[in-house]
């Protein structure tokens, strides 16, 4: 079908929502608390839009397009009312962007960048920090949540935790871990789900703090190098230092639509720990090992295996291929063994 | 996996059986949880109270190594109840009477007496994994390293041939697989019995098609697997190692022993990425890349191939393996020629036919393709067994029960079983440089309330844990979730190595381990 979005046409299918239909033809509404994993929500009225024939504003994030819809996103009335909604937001936190990880993909930074507001037009002077750094990867900055929900659906419904919720009432709204415990003393996994979907600064990772700005790395395609899953992840590297600074889960990939567990997440220290081993080691008498060229520890291992296969047979060697390299380092190990040793003699630790 | 991941949340039922899925495979755990919650009915069994029984419609507590027990149990109450899928073992399967036979004397209360599951528990089990249209079957570990690990195996596809859970969605008997590319490594032909994609080593129109295809004679033998070669190490039968990117020191049963084989090696090469507990004993150590510092692929537990880019840089002189082959390979005479991963890959999918049907190029323009993936145009096959099973019929199998080959007795009187935490993954030598991770889980032993009460120790305190083979102290992990009677050790760490406890009894065929059963005594240290 087609509806009419800002005076052009656009195809739109049956069931899309107004917010879907304008995200995939590029369309900028600002909006907070929906997420096309979590589903509509409806919480945060940023996504308001005036739709002819309809009373009022309309949240562009629930109403579903009907052939023919006139929408308009900009009008006076629309802008006001996003303008409110984003202005009250920032008013009811501490939305620092200076030292906040999240700057550069922070979603109410977005709004508040589209609808023009520098500052907020109400400053409550006399807000507290609360944030809890219990957990060992995660930061949670209560001042700089919104309520948009978004962590608590994906925690109760998409990783299914259930360790997050909202507590308390009204304005003391937040978000709570277990009955009310701290993050790091709750039954929390540290899968990091809440961290991925957070749209502002209020969960972020601790390991990034600091680190190269969301803008300044490169995303790189993988896989989890972990369990046999094979959750496909965006790993976010900073160039210029040769440093993973994150990986995130591939919210298209259909293994794990964007999520990870605390291993494939946040355990990459080991890539770039300083005991990896830099060069080959050849063993000496005394049971140390000494620093040598690729040339003169390849040629050993040749002249060994080329002895022990003339003395006792190729038979006598065995290979142990790993189920952490690649299918192509298999492929060329088995390779080896077979037509250049001369034995079947491979195995890997599938049993162990 | 038989099924694909996207359909885990397609069954009406699902069973999980020797998996401690969101400790080992949280991602699809995930899943699963999610399902339950949204109306999938679940059946976990297991000796650990493990997390997934919390969203479980019936949970039971099984003995360890009394699977094919439990099994038979749950067949013999559904074709009593006429609850089996009778067209499709009419027209799919052979060796039905057999099967039927055999399950006839696992009443409900035989099973008790050697399971454990009181009779009207495993009534109930049967009852809602009969009824139900289309049932999914996860395992894991806890099937396969016993010295039934193959029974048990096909105890699982007896089930879910009789219920005609096969080759359709929601349904499937799905392993779930331990290691990023264990299931690659397998289809590349890293096993001693078979080329790429299962080809036979002793089949010799496959042989005579590989010496065509290398250009070179090849050896008509059957090789070792690795549980063997070590005891043949041990034997000093074996003269030379090569170990790739595994750590047998930790990850190998009975670790005195294995240790003693190693030391009796002429020569031992490893290729790695750190000075593991196995990179000490070697002669030769090879420096090797890390998973985001090449380019290659993965083949995951539903069969689907995935390519990894290259992220980072090797730190010194580190190199891809397949470089490292390929320089050894020249030294010894060869002229091998790769320049990149991507011409490998083509070499390969040329003699592998699941793989013949996937590049590069399709790999980047998508989310990876499932195998069997024959030809350029094929979508790939999530899938498996619709309409008829690969080999034709499918087979069903008279499983008798065996007991594990070393139960608790007077002297060792606790079962020990050992197992994955989610924070650590296998020896450990990647997540143990994780600060965060270590400080997250460390070594422990899981002990029973009634058992901590018996030695007079709370949580965290320390606990001798000793069998036939050796001894390890760590702290104790007091709590409801196992039975008395049953204590669990994760085998992720050097400093209390699970695997200095466990057997090195081999499943006759498929020569795995019994991790999973054996007999200790529990003190306080």
Not at chain 2, 249 to 262: C, K, N, R, V, Y
């Given at each position: 079908?087609?509806?009419?979005?800002?005076?052009?046409?656009?195809?739109?299918?049956?069931?899309?929502?107004?917010?879907?239909?304008?995200?995939?033809?590029?369309?900028?509404?600002?909006?907070?608390?929906?997420?096309?994993?979590?589903?509509?929500?409806?919480?945060?009225?940023?996504c308001?839009?005036?739709?002819?024939?309809?009373?009022?504003?309309?949240?562009?994030?629930?109403?579903?397009?009907?052939?023919?819809?006139?929408?308009?996103?900009?009008?006076?009335?629309?802008?006001?009312?996003?303008?409110?909604?984003?202005?009250?937001?920032?008013?009811?936190?501490?939305?620092?962007?200076?030292?906040?990880?999240?700057?550069?993909?922070?979603?109410?930074?977005?709004?508040?960048?589209?609808?023009?507001?520098?500052?907020?037009?109400?400053?409550?002077?006399?807000?507290?920090?609360?944030?809890?750094?219990?957990?060992?990867?995660?930061?949670?900055?209560?001042?700089?949540?919104?309520?948009?929900?978004?962590c608590?659906?994906?925690?109760?419904?998409?990783v299914?935790?259930?360790?997050?919720?909202?507590?308390?009432?009204?304005?003391?709204?937040?978000?709570?871990?277990?009955?009310?415990?701290?993050?790091?003393?709750?039954?929390?996994?540290?899968c990091?789900?809440?961290?991925?979907?957070?749209?502002?600064?209020?969960?972020?990772?601790?390991?990034?703090?600091?680190?190269?700005?969301?803008?300044?790395t490169?995303?790189?395609?993988?896989?989890?190098?972990?369990?046999?899953?094979?959750?496909?992840?965006?790993?976010?590297?900073?160039?210029?230092?040769?440093?993973?600074?994150?990986?995130?889960?591939?919210?298209?990939?259909?293994?794990?639509?964007?999520?990870?567990?605390?291993?494939?997440?946040?355990?990459?220290?080991?890539?770039?720990?300083?005991?990896?081993?830099?060069?080959?080691?050849?063993?000496?008498?005394?049971?140390?090992?000494?620093?040598?060229?690729?040339?003169?520890?390849?040629?050993?291992?040749?002249?060994?295996?080329?002895?022990?296969?003339?003395?006792?047979?190729?038979?006598?060697?065995?290979?142990?291929?790993?189920?952490?390299?690649?299918?192509?380092?298999?492929y060329?190990?088995?390779?080896?063994?077979?037509?250049?040793?001369?034995?079947?003699?491979?195995?890997?630790?599938?049993?162990? | 996996?038989?099924?694909?991941?996207?359909?885990?949340?397609?069954?009406?039922?699902?069973?999980?059986?020797?998996?401690?899925?969101?400790?080992?495979?949280?991602?699809?755990?995930?899943?699963?949880?999610?399902?339950?919650?949204?109306?999938?009915?679940?059946?976990?069994?297991?000796?650990?109270?493990?997390?997934?029984?919390?969203?479980?419609?019936?949970?039971?507590?099984?003995?360890?190594?009394?699977?094919?027990?439990?099994?038979?149990?749950?067949?013999?109450?559904?074709?009593?109840?006429?609850?089996?899928?009778?067209?499709?073992?009419?027209?799919?399967?052979?060796?039905?009477?057999?099967?039927?036979?055999?399950?006839?004397?696992?009443?409900?209360?035989?099973?008790?007496?050697?399971?454990?599951?009181?009779?009207?528990?495993?009534?109930?089990?049967?009852?809602?994994?009969?009824?139900?249209?289309?049932?999914?079957?996860?395992?894991?570990?806890?099937?396969t390293?016993?010295?039934?690990?193959?029974?048990?195996?096909?105890?699982?596809?007896?089930?879910?041939?009789?219920?005609?859970?096969?080759?359709?969605?929601?349904?499937?008997?799905?392993?779930?697989?331990?290691?990023?590319n264990?299931?690659?490594?397998c289809?590349?032909?890293?096993?001693?019995?078979?080329?790429?994609?299962?080809?036979?080593?002793?089949?010799?129109?496959?042989?005579?098609?590989?010496?065509?295809?290398?250009?070179?004679?090849?050896?008509?033998?059957?090789?070792?697997?690795?549980?063997?070669?070590?005891?043949?190490?041990?034997?000093?039968?074996?003269?030379?190692?090569?170990?790739?990117?595994?750590?047998?020191?930790?990850?190998?049963?009975?670790?005195?022993?294995?240790?003693?084989?190693?030391?009796?090696?002429?020569?031992?090469?490893?290729?790695?990425?750190?000075?593991?507990e196995?990179a000490k004993?070697?002669?030769?150590?090879?420096?090797?890349?890390?998973?985001?510092?090449?380019?290659?692929?993965?083949?995951?537990?539903?069969?689907?191939?995935?390519?990894?880019?290259?992220?980072?840089?090797?730190?010194?002189?580190?190199?891809?393996?397949?470089?490292?082959?390929?320089?050894?390979?020249?030294?010894?005479?060869?002229?091998w020629?790769?320049?990149?991963?991507?011409?490998?890959?083509?070499?390969m999918?040329?003699?592998?036919?699941s793989?013949?049907?996937?590049?590069?190029?399709?790999?980047?323009?998508?989310?990876?393709?499932?195998?069997?993936?024959?030809?350029?145009?094929?979508?790939?096959?999530?899938v498996?067994?619709?309409?008829?099973?690969?080999?034709?019929?499918?087979?069903?199998?008279?499983?008798?029960?065996k007991?594990?080959?070393?139960?608790?007795?007077?002297?060792?009187?606790?079962?020990?079983t050992?197992?994955?935490?989610?924070?650590?993954?296998?020896?450990?030598?990647?997540?143990?440089?994780s600060?965060?991770?270590?400080?997250?889980?460390?070594?422990?032993?899981?002990?029973?309330?009634?058992?901590?009460?018996?030695?007079?120790?709370?949580?965290?305190?320390?606990?001798?844990?000793?069998?036939?083979?050796?001894?390890?102290?760590?702290?104790?992990?007091?709590?409801?979730?196992?039975?008395?009677?049953?204590?669990?050790?994760?085998?992720?760490?050097?400093?209390?190595p699970?695997?200095?406890?466990?057997?090195?009894?081999?499943?006759?065929?498929?020569?795995?381990?019994?991790?999973?059963?054996?007999?200790?005594?529990?003190?306080?240290?």
């Amino acid at each position: 079908m087609l509806i009419t979005i800002n005076g052009k046409q656009y195809e739109a299918e049956a069931g899309q929502t107004i917010l879907q239909v304008a995200k995939k033809h590029g369309l900028y509404i600002p909006s907070l608390c929906y997420h096309e994993k979590v589903g509509v929500a409806g919480k945060c009225r940023v996504c308001v839009v005036e739709v002819e024939g309809m009373r009022g504003l309309q949240t562009s994030c629930s109403v579903v397009v009907r052939e023919g819809m006139t929408v308009s996103t900009r009008t006076e009335k629309a802008l006001q009312a996003q303008k409110l909604v984003v202005d009250l937001l920032l008013s009811s936190g501490t939305h620092d962007c200076l030292a906040c990880a999240q700057n550069g993909k922070c979603e109410l930074q977005d709004a508040a960048y589209y609808l023009g507001i520098e500052r907020p037009t109400l400053v409550f002077s006399d807000m507290a920090p609360n944030c809890d750094e219990t957990s060992e990867f995660v930061k949670v900055d209560h001042n700089k949540c919104i309520s948009c929900g978004r962590c608590v659906a994906a925690c109760q419904r998409t990783v299914t935790n259930d360790v997050i919720e909202f507590g308390y009432r009204g304005a003391n709204t937040e978000i709570v871990f277990d009955d009310g415990k701290k993050m790091g003393d709750s039954t929390c996994v540290q899968c990091g789900e809440c961290v991925q979907i957070c749209p502002v600064g209020a969960l972020t990772e601790k390991k990034v703090q600091g680190q190269a700005r969301y803008w300044e790395t490169e995303k790189v395609k993988s896989v989890c190098p972990y369990c046999g899953v094979g959750c496909t992840m965006e790993i976010h590297v900073d160039r210029k230092q040769n440093k993973i600074v994150r990986v995130n889960g591939d919210e298209k990939s259909p293994v794990n639509e964007g999520m990870l567990c605390v291993k494939g997440r946040f355990g990459y220290d080991f890539v770039g720990h300083p005991d990896r081993l830099t060069s080959p080691l050849i063993r000496n008498d005394d049971g140390t090992f000494r620093k040598a060229s690729w040339d003169e520890a390849l040629d050993l291992v040749a002249t060994k295996l080329n002895d022990i296969k003339a003395k006792h047979g190729p038979d006598k060697i065995m290979g142990l291929a790993s189920a952490k390299v690649t299918n192509e380092e298999n492929y060329t190990f088995q390779k080896f063994m077979r037509t250049v040793v001369g034995t079947n003699n491979v195995d890997h630790c599938a049993r162990l | 996996m038989t099924n694909d991941i996207a359909g885990v949340t397609k069954s009406d039922v699902a069973l999980i059986i020797g998996s401690d899925t969101s400790e080992a495979h949280p991602v699809i755990a995930a899943r699963l949880k999610r399902a339950a919650k949204e109306g999938m009915k679940l059946i976990v069994i297991d000796p650990k109270r493990i997390k997934m029984a919390d969203y479980a419609t019936i949970y039971a507590c099984q003995r360890p190594g009394t699977d094919v027990a439990v099994l038979n149990g749950m067949m013999h109450l559904i074709i009593k109840n006429g609850w089996e899928d009778k067209e499709f073992i009419a027209e799919r399967v052979e060796g039905y009477e057999a099967l039927k036979a055999e399950v006839e004397k696992f009443t409900p209360e035989y099973v008790e007496q050697i399971s454990g599951i009181p009779a009207k528990t495993l009534e109930e089990i049967a009852e809602l994994y009969g009824k139900a249209p289309t049932g999914a079957l996860y395992y894991a570990m806890g099937i396969t390293q016993h010295t039934t690990g193959v029974d048990n195996v096909k105890s699982t596809a007896n089930l879910q041939m009789l219920c005609g859970n096969m080759g359709k969605v929601g349904g499937g008997v799905n392993p779930l697989r331990g290691q990023s590319n264990v299931q690659g490594a397998c289809d590349m032909g890293a096993l001693p019995v078979v080329y790429t994609a299962y080809q036979q080593v002793t089949n010799a129109e496959v042989k005579d098609k590989y010496e065509k295809f290398w250009g070179c004679s090849l050896n008509a033998n059957n090789g070792l697997p690795m549980t063997v070669a070590i005891d043949k190490a041990y034997d000093g039968e074996m003269k030379a190692f090569y170990v790739m990117g595994e750590n047998p020191m930790m990850s190998d049963p009975d670790l005195h022993h294995a240790e003693a084989a190693f030391k009796k090696l002429e020569f031992l090469v490893v290729e790695d990425i750190f000075m593991t507990e196995t990179a000490k004993l070697a002669h030769v150590i090879l420096p090797s890349s890390t998973w985001p510092e090449k380019i290659g692929t993965f083949t995951n537990t539903e069969r689907k191939v995935q390519l990894l880019e290259k992220a980072v840089e090797p730190p010194g002189e580190a190199k891809d393996d397949w470089a490292i082959h390929q320089l050894l390979a020249n030294k010894m005479g060869q002229k091998w020629a790769y320049t990149s991963s991507r011409e490998i890959f083509e070499e390969m999918a040329k003699c592998t036919p699941s793989y013949a049907g996937i590049n590069y190029d399709r790999l980047r323009n998508g989310y990876g393709l499932h195998w069997p993936c024959p030809t350029a145009e094929h979508p790939g096959t999530p899938v498996l067994h619709i309409g008829r099973f690969t080999k034709g019929k499918g087979t069903m199998f008279a499983i008798p029960f065996k007991a594990p080959a070393e139960v608790p007795d007077a002297e060792y009187p606790i079962y020990l079983t050992t197992g994955r935490i989610l924070q650590h993954f296998h020896t450990a030598t990647m997540t143990g440089k994780s600060e965060g991770l270590n400080r997250l889980a460390g070594p422990s032993v899981m002990v029973s309330v009634e058992d901590a009460e018996a030695m007079g120790i709370g949580n965290s305190a320390k606990v001798r844990v000793t069998t036939r083979r050796g001894s390890i102290v760590t702290n104790a992990f007091v709590t409801k979730k196992i039975p008395k009677g049953t204590a669990y050790v994760p085998f992720h760490f050097a400093e209390a190595p699970a695997n200095v406890l466990t057997n090195n009894a081999l499943d006759p065929v498929a020569k795995i381990p019994e991790y999973k059963v054996c007999a200790c005594k529990l003190e306080k240290a």
